[in-house]
């Protein structure tokens, strides 16, 4: 009986001291959770001052801009309010820009693709010379947009450029490749495809490397044609691959900036002045940062939409195994 009670009564006296346990563990879960967490952003700290630095600020400070007019000196002179983006949307000049973005844009993005996918299939399908073809459709990527823009200047030129001579040799005559609204985007849009092949062609052929081989064992013994085969089963497989490089691809073509201020500065007759051009115009050149600092925003705002739209019409129709 009295062990029991003795019993009873240490229960009671030890059960506090648990419960200070308790919370002192817990205590100590938590300080250790929030040094972690404190780590974690201490080396998340010089990406935060980058992006911060680099995108954040700059953003906020295009739209306060948007809604001021500058100086010549380009110094913020008086508030507007939406009279930039007004006289923006009334301009004659913006709507040609957005025009002439839209048709690179289908100038330069599907054949890209499919020039990279041509380029993975035939590497793919190669034999010895597999590594060969491989280096050279790899080439576009290690040049810089100033350096494959200069080599292709030089092959535009008009009586000492490369393409002009071969032409000359088949008996047509010399191209104005730059000079020439009619071929001036053109021009530079083929130079883009060329320059930016090199990318979808890597990750393509990784894709078609990863692809199931028995599934394409199947369909050859089932009779399945090389078109067959590639409509039916490699694209489907190849859709996830072939969905982010849309979408990055027509990021990219709306972002073009360098070959188009080395080979044409926007001409000839604002030919090929795209949006990016204009924007760099207005902010450089006429030290409108006013103006500028909103057909940056519209141009966000387009990119956002259209990746927008590009998930939700086509994202569904992606294949994922």
């Given at each position: ?146 350096t494959a823009s200069i080599l292709w ?169």
């Open positions: 009986m009295n062990t029991s009670l003795y019993s009873e009564k240490s229960n009671q006296v030890l059960s506090p001291a648990s419960a200070v346990s308790a919370g002192t563990s817990s205590n100590a879960g938590r300080l250790k959770r929030m040094r972690e967490q404190l780590l974690g952003y201490l080396f998340l700290s010089p990406s935060l001052v980058v992006f911060i630095l680099f995108l954040f600020y700059p953003m906020v400070r295009s739209v306060y801009l948007s809604f001021q007019l500058t100086d010549p000196r380009g110094r913020v002179a008086a508030y507007v309010g939406w009279d930039n983006y007004s006289r923006m949307m009334e301009s004659s000049d913006f709507w040609n820009s957005i025009w002439i973005t839209v048709k690179f844009t289908l100038l330069t993005v599907p054949a890209g693709l499919v020039l990279g996918l041509l380029c993975a299939s035939l590497v793919h399908s190669a034999g010895r010379g597999s590594k060969l073809f491989r280096f050279i459709f790899s080439i576009p990527l290690a040049l810089s947009v100033g200047m030089i092959l535009y030129h008009p009586s000492l450029g490369m393409l002009n001579y071969l032409l000359g040799e088949i008996g047509i005559g010399p191209i104005e490749w730059l000079t020439n609204p009619g071929s001036a985007l053109g021009s530079v849009s083929l130079m883009t495809v060329w320059m930016n092949s090199g990318f979808p062609f890597v990750l393509l052929l990784a894709a078609i490397q990863g692809l199931d081989n028995d599934v394409m064992d199947s369909s050859r013994i089932d009779g399945a044609s090389m078109w067959r085969t590639l409509l039916s089963i490699k694209l489907p497989l190849l859709s996830p691959t072939l969905f982010f490089l849309a979408v990055v691809s027509i990021m990219s073509a709306f972002q073009s900036f360098g070959q188009i201020n080395i080979l044409t500065r926007g001409g000839p007759a604002d030919s090929t002045n795209v949006l990016v051009y204009s924007i760099y115009r207005e902010a450089f050149i006429n030290y409108q940062f006013g103006t500028g600092s909103a057909l940056a925003i519209v141009l966000f705002i387009l990119m956002l939409l259209l990746t927008a739209v590009q998930f939700l019409a086509l994202g569904k129709k992606v294949h994922y195994q």
